[in-house]
């Protein structure tokens, strides 16, 4: 009768741990860690050379000046996504700003992106007649989609 206790609870408990280890339904995982607007001059530079306080500085003169020497606003995001080996997944970075007469201007920039090991940085650019007509920059929106699934965003303070 002892053996048929022992017997049965070693059962038991191979039939739960079983269950345990079970792999829950993989799902697309990802987030979009930082977003950096980086106005452009006319040569389409973000910078006079790879030196970060060089860039920082660059983009203050270009803040200063927006008008006659920017010729667009590159975004650069970085994102990453888990278990989406083989998916083409999309960057959408919404931006909101005040066009001519005050009046408020919305546009909508998408990328398809291909997911690989770690985290990727990928560009959006708004120039030429569309950043003219766009005005100035007041908020934006980044988010990393797998089809209809938000699976990560970030966004301005101003959003």
Known sequence: MRWLRVILSVLLLLA???GLRAEPVSQVTGRVAKVLPLYMDLQGNVAPSPSLYDRDAYQYVLQ????NAVSG???DVCWSAHKASGLNLKI???LQGIGAGSLPTQITLEQTVTP???HHWTSLTLDGAKYKNFGTLVAWRATLWNGDQL???QESFLW
């Open 16 to 18: 739960f741990t079983a």
């Open 64 to 67: 200063q000046s927006r008008t």
């Open 73 to 75: 606003i590159r975004f």
């Open 92 to 94: 959408r970075l919404e």
């Open 116 to 118: 690989k090991l770690f």
């Open 151 to 153: 699976i990560g965003e």
